[in-house]
């Protein structure tokens, strides 16, 4: 499911682009040195990663056991939020490489002073798709003891829903907006998510899995977060998932 959300956040081109750049030493260098969100996963420990976990709830050998069960989604979570940030990359360096390159050549930006906007996108869409577990980021009510069990059940569900809105409402890219308040120009091409292409993209991807999940049995539904909404539902009235009352 992460990766379609990336796939609607910038499109099949960029996250075809930002899937390359793993291979190549550029996209290598930017999310394993530049990256705020991959350093951060790197020095979350293991728990950190999990949506409404943290590490102060759980100690000695207990922690051990969870470390290793957590190994294989440790390894995902590494995939997702590479691949979410070089697309990321991938589709600021395009979009604004162009942009730079037709403003007066006293105005244009150096290539440093541009490349930590590429890193900035990068960022942005990693945060926005594989979402940030930490402290600083959770909302308040989490912060109290029903509320970090309560924020397990539900931190997924409501990044999630935060992405919708904002696709929904064509939210522009915020390094983008920087970039133009600092040059004075203008981004020809809209990213995705500032149409509806990221939303429509998103529905076609629903509807596909839909009808493989009635036809062929598999679970590709389960896959695309739409069972978001109503496992949200279901804790609002009550039913807690794995929780079953004899």
């Known amino acids: 499911s992460q990766h379609i959300l990336i796939m609607g956040e910038v499109g099949p081109k960029y996250f075809a682009e930002g899937i390359a750049l793993r291979f190549t030493e550029e996209g290598r260098k930017a999310v394993n040195e530049k990256s705020y969100t991959w350093r951060g996963r790197k020095s979350a420990k293991s728990a950190a990663t999990v949506p409404g976990f943290e590490d102060s709830m759980i100690r000695g050998k207990t922690k051990k056991v969870v470390d290793a069960a957590l190994y294989a989604f440790n390894k995902a979570d590494e995939q997702n939020v590479k691949n979410g940030f070089l697309s990321g990359y991938a589709e600021a360096k395009d979009l604004l490489t162009k942009a730079n390159n037709e403003l007066p050549e006293g105005d244009r930006l150096s290539q440093e002073e541009l490349y930590d906007y590429l ?51 064509k939210r522009p890219s915020i390094a983008y907006q920087q970039f133009e308040k600092r040059t004075g120009g203008k981004v020809a091409v809209k990213n995705w998510s500032s149409t509806y292409k990221s939303i429509i993209l998103y529905m076609v991807i629903l509807g596909l899995t839909y009808a493989l999940k009635e036809r062929e049995r598999i679970k590709a539904w389960e896959y695309t977060g739409i069972t978001s909404l109503r496992y949200l539902a279901d804790i609002a009235g009550g039913d807690f998932p794995g929780l079953e009352i004899p």
């Not at 003891?145 to 397990?152: N, R």
């Open 119 to 169: 890193v900035w996108r990068g960022d942005e869409v990693a945060n926005d798709t594989q979402y940030l577990y930490t402290k600083l980021n959770a909302m308040s009510v989490s912060r109290s003891g029903l509320g970090k069990v309560f924020s397990i059940l539900t931190t997924w569900t409501s990044n999630w829903l935060e992405l919708m809105i904002k696709w929904v409402s």
